[in-house]
T-cell receptor, first 114, second 116 residues
Framework: AQTVTQSQPEMSVQEAETVTLSCTYDTSENNYYLFWYKQPPSRQMILVIRQEAYKQQNATENRFSVNFQKAAKSFSLKISDSQLGDTAMYFCAFMRGSNYKLTFGKGTLLTVNP | GAGVSQSPSNKVTEKGKDVELRCDPISGHTALYWYRQSLGQGLEFLIYFQGNSAPDKSGLPSDRFSAERTGGSVSTLTIQRTQQEDSAVYLC??????????????FGSGTQLSVL
């Protein structure tokens, strides 16, 4: 079974600064996908970024980027130029290749302070 | 539709009553998923639909829980004889299932169920 661990229950950052959220996972699979989802107070889970395990290049989406260390089974999210709208719960998630089930971490509550 | 729509947004019910939660997926999405988000357990997979079939019901916690999908579109999650431990946010998601393992799930805003 796969497990996803987010060791930071809460984090805070000043507006315009950079913050990194940690995620580690455990799997014996070689083909899988990793995700970061954002859940604002509206409750809707919004896909922030996705990484294919077979790709060595780290995924980036505008101010969001990941540091994917496959050997260490680490998948951290970096948010640059933090904005007040980034305040939300952030969930790291794992999906086996050719599967559909997401395994989520417990989440990190990020607060961006003005 | 433009996104995944869930109704009701909030539901308060008494212990022992039955409830129905509705999910309207993104038009054209063949796959539909239900997840439960609770304080104690985090986010848990409940059930997966491909079209109207549910090849994976492994996450349903008990036989009080059932779900159906009709017309390859709307899905209803039914909880019979609700218990206080059923209190949670029930999230629905849909995707265009590629079978390649690169699914991108789009979530709704969930139904907050409170069982008194």
């Amino acid at each position: 079974a796969q497990t996803v661990t987010q060791s930071q229950p809460e984090m805070s950052v000043q507006e315009a600064e950079t913050v990194t959220l940690s995620c580690t996972y455990d799997t014996s699979e070689n083909n899988y996908y990793l995700f970061w989802y954002k859940q604002p107070p509206s409750r809707q889970m919004i896909l922030v970024i996705r990484q294919e395990a077979y790709k060595q290049q780290n995924a980036t989406e505008n101010r969001f980027s990941v540091n994917f260390q496959k050997a260490a089974k680490s998948f951290s999210l970096k948010i640059s130029d933090s904005q007040l709208g980034d305040t939300a719960m952030y969930f790291c998630a794992f999906m086996r290749g050719s599967n559909y089930k997401l395994t989520f971490g417990k989440g990190t509550l990020l607060t961006v302070n003005p | 539709g433009a996104g995944v729509s869930q109704s009701p947004s909030n539901k308060v019910t008494e212990k022992g009553k039955d409830v129905e939660l509705r999910c309207d997926p993104i038009s054209g999405h063949t796959a539909l998923y239900w997840y439960r988000q609770s304080l104690g357990q985090g986010l848990e997979f409940l059930i997966y639909f491909q079209g109207n079939s549910a090849p994976d019901k492994s996450g349903l916690p008990s036989d009080r829980f059932s779900a159906e999908r009709t017309g390859g579109s709307v899905s209803t999650l039914t909880i019979q004889r609700t218990q206080q431990e059923d209190s949670a946010v029930y999230l629905c998601a849909s995707s265009f299932f590629s079978g390649q393992g690169d699914e991108k799930l789009f979530f709704g805003s969930g139904t907050q169920l409170s069982v008194l």
